[in-house]
């Protein structure tokens, strides 16, 4: 395993909840691991964190302090971190065009659908952002799991797709 952290960026739209809950949460477990350093940004980013997705973190003692919405522009800088994996979480930035990172990272497409999204009562929005948060953090603790220093190239590419199914 390498001595430095893994760079990782998750990847939305908007980045103001999926990736943004995905960056956190990464950061949290990472606390003990020192393995990870995680970052997110948007193709599009709307400028504010979605005050359910910051509201849900807290309750969880997952610290929120620093996390802003920001453009995937500020990761395909030359002084910007190298990364070594990009995650996108949802359909859209998939979809999209992304830029050059620096670092030639491995990527996966985790999928989720987008909980900012949800119309209904408060109650049905923050069952959205629940359910957005576990299965997040389950993909991000299969993928903490991984044997890193075992796996070729290749045979990591395929365990970081298949988690996106998961």
Same mark, same amino acid.
């Given at each position: 395993?390498?001595?430095?952290?893994? /760079?990782? !960026?998750?990847?939305?739209?908007? /980045?103001?909840?999926?990736? =943004?809950?995905?960056? $956190?949460?990464?950061? /949290? !477990?990472? =606390?003990?691991?020192?393995?990870?350093?995680?970052?997110? $940004?948007?193709? +599009?980013?709307?400028?504010?964190? +979605?005050? =359910?997705?910051?509201?849900?973190?807290?309750?969880?003692?997952?610290?929120?302090?620093?996390?802003?919405?920001?453009?995937?522009?500020?990761? $395909?800088?030359?002084?910007?971190?190298?990364? %070594? &994996?990009?995650?996108?979480?949802c359909d859209n930035a998939a979809g999209e065009k992304c830029?050059?990172?620096?670092?030639?990272?491995?990527?996966? +497409?985790?999928?989720?659908?987008?909980?900012? $999204?949800?119309?209904?009562? %408060?109650?049905?929005?923050?069952?959205?952002?629940?359910?957005?948060?576990?299965?997040?953090? *389950? *993909?991000?603790?299969? &993928?903490?799991?991984?044997? &890193? %220093?075992?796996? /070729? *190239?290749?045979?990591?590419?395929?365990? =970081?797709? %298949?988690?996106?199914?998961?």
């Amino acid at each position: 395993m390498s001595q430095k952290p893994y /760079n990782v !960026l998750f990847l939305c739209t908007g /980045n103001s909840a999926r990736s =943004i809950i995905a960056e $956190a949460a990464m950061n /949290n !477990l990472a =606390i003990s691991m020192s393995k990870f350093k995680a970052y997110s $940004a948007g193709s +599009h980013p709307t400028g504010t964190v +979605h005050p =359910i997705a910051l509201e849900f973190l807290e309750r969880g003692h997952i610290a929120t302090e620093g996390l802003r919405s920001k453009s995937w522009d500020e990761f $395909a800088q030359p002084d910007s971190p190298l990364l %070594d &994996f990009v995650f996108t979480v949802c359909d859209n930035a998939a979809g999209e065009k992304c830029p050059y990172w620096p670092g030639q990272p491995m990527t996966a +497409h985790w999928g989720i659908p987008d909980p900012a $999204a949800v119309e209904g009562t %408060d109650e049905q929005k923050r069952k959205a952002f629940g359910e957005t948060f576990m299965t997040l953090r *389950r *993909r991000i603790e299969l &993928f903490a799991s991984l044997p &890193f %220093d075992k796996l /070729n *190239r290749m045979a990591l590419q395929e365990r =970081i797709t %298949d988690i996106g199914t998961q």
